[in-house]
T-cell receptor
Framework: AQSVTQPDIHITVSEGASLELRCNYS??????LFWYVQSPGQGLQLLLK??????LVQGIKGFEAEFKRSQSSFNLRKPSVHWSDAAEYFC????????????FGSGTKLNVKP | NAGVTQTPKFRVLKTGQSMTLLCAQDMNHEYMYWYRQDPGMGLRLIHY???????AKGEVPDGYNVSRLKKQNFLLGLESAAPSQTSVYFC???????????FGQGTRLTVV
């Protein structure tokens, strides 16, 4: 069965510091991977996605993620965090025979210290 | 740019009452989804649809029904609400396979 694990429930970083959010997936075939961000009281917004090709993908708001097949990981990174990045982040994997389902991790809540 | 619109945004129900949540998308997407979001559990798929007139069960379908009579609308029904259905419900849509999902703003439902 497909699953997505985000081992960190809460992370606090100082503004200007670097950030890495972890995501591990379990899926038999090549996965389609996504990172979404959710600000309080809002829906989910796509940050970036990986389908194939270059394993380092760039997204919006200065985020990037690297797909590592050997580690079944798709970690999200940002070199310098801004206070506006405080939100909850969700990793997701596209699965199903026709890729018509998304499975989400439980989320990582990011706090940013001034 | 309406995207995905959910109504209502908030609702309080008594146990045993019924209600319907409406999701409308104006992007001509084939695929539509209903998720529920609970603290510490991420988003769990309730039901989904791969096209007009089709529906399928997701991870947590019990207690919910759906209908997709028109391509742009996906309705989620609760026939007899239970406190365990207190949650935030998100609708999403996607154009096809291999594309990302677009989400509505959510419906916060409380069952007392």
């Amino acid at each position: 069965a497909q699953s997505v694990t985000q081992p960190d429930i809460h992370i606090t970083v100082s503004e200007g510091a670097s950030l890495e959010l972890r995501c591990n997936y379990s899926y038999g075939a090549t996965p389609y991977l996504f990172w979404y961000v959710q600000s309080p009281g809002q829906g989910l917004q796509l940050l970036l996605k990986y389908f194939s090709g270059d394993t380092l993908v760039q997204g919006i708001k200065g985020f990037e993620a690297e797909f590592k097949r050997s580690q079944s990981s798709f970690n999200l990174r940002k070199p310098s965090v801004h206070w506006s990045d405080a939100a909850e982040y969700f990793c997701a994997v596209g699965a199903g025979n026709n890729f018509n389902k998304f499975y989400f991790g439980s989320g990582t809540k990011l706090n940013v210290k001034p | 740019n309406a995207g995905v619109t959910q109504t209502p945004k908030f609702r309080v129900l008594k146990t045993g009452q019924s209600m319907t949540l409406l999701c409308a998308q104006d992007m001509n997407h084939e695929y539509m989804y209903w998720y529920r979001q609970d603290p510490g559990m991420g988003l769990r798929l309730i039901h989904y649809s791969v096209g007009e007139g089709t529906t399928a069960k997701g991870e947590v379908p019990d207690g919910y029904n759906v209908s997709r009579l028109k391509k742009q609308n996906f309705l989620l029904g609760l026939e007899s609400a239970a406190p365990s259905q207190t949650s935030v419900y998100f609708c999403a849509s996607s154009y096809a396979v291999n594309t990302e999902a677009f989400f509505g703003q959510g419906t916060r439902l409380t069952v007392v």
